[in-house]
């Protein structure tokens, strides 16, 4: 069985400074890893995932995250952040099945 | 990207009564469907996978009876609770994809949030 463990539930962080939220993932078969970001009482909006190829993966508002195979991570990085960017965020594995099993999720709250 | 919807936004009804939530792709067809429920500050958790025309396969835990699925067209997949009771009380968010190909993105609908008095 695969898990995702987000490590940080809440990550507070200044307005334009860079923030990475970690994801490490467990699994017995590849994967292809996701992170999404969820705004209050929204749906899920992707914002970048790895299938294969380079490790180093960037998305959409300035994010990025690179894959680790040896650590099993996927850790999200932005080296500058907006206020706007406070959401929760969500990283998710699918191991082949197409549902996604997915972390317990970070909080960023970005602060003036 | 594309536009999963859900229908109602939100809902309240009281102890007892059934209540569906509609999930639709609104410009694509999606060969299959999930259902996922989060509970207040917790992640989202895989109820049920839908394919258009055939039964819903449910994860441990869901009960099939209690948690209707019908995905009876390519763009609309129904989920309904029924008698529904307090501890139903969650966020139902939908997912649906156009393809069970690892480079097809999967969709999120908004969420219904229901709350069972």
């Known amino acids: 069985a695969q898990s995702v463990t987000q490590l940080d539930s809440q990550v507070p962080v200044f307005e334009e400074a860079p923030v990475e939220l970690r994801c490490n993932y467990s699994?017995?078969?590849?994967?292809?890893l996701f992170w999404y970001v969820q705004y209050p009482n929204q749906g899920l909006q992707l914002l970048l995932k790895y299938l294969s190829g380079s490790t180093l993966v960037k998305g959409i508002n300035g994010f990025e995250a690179e894959f680790n195979k040896s650590q099993t991570s996927f850790h999200l990085r932005k080296p500058s952040v907006h206020i706007s960017d406070t959401a929760e965020y969500f990283c998710?594995?699918?191991?082949?099945?197409?549902?996604?099993?997915f972390g317990s999720g970070t909080r960023l709250q970005v602060q003036p | 990207g594309a536009v999963v919807s859900q229908h109602p936004s939100w809902v309240i009804c009281k102890s007892g009564t059934s209540v569906k939530i509609e999930c639709r792709s609104l410009?694509?067809?999606?060969?299959?469907m999930f259902w996922y429920r989060q509970f207040p500050k917790q992640s989202l958790m895989l109820m049920a996978t839908?394919?258009?025309?055939?039964?819903?396969?449910?994860e441990q835990g869901v009960e099939k009876d209690k948690f209707l699925i019908n995905h009876a067209s390519l763009t609309l997949s129904t989920l309904t609770v029924t008698s529904a009771h307090p501890e139903d009380s969650s966020f139902y968010i939908c997912?649906?994809?156009?393809?069970?190909?690892?480079?097809?993105?999967?969709?999120f609908g908004p969420g219904t949030r229901l709350t069972v008095l």
């Open positions: 410009d694509f067809q999606a060969t299959t």
């Open positions: 997912s649906a994809r156009a393809s069970l190909a690892a480079t097809d993105t999967q969709y």
């Open positions: 699994s017995s078969v590849s994967v292809y």
């Open positions: 839908s394919n258009e025309g055939s039964k819903a396969t449910y």
């Open positions: 998710a594995v699918d191991t082949g099945r197409r549902a996604l099993t």
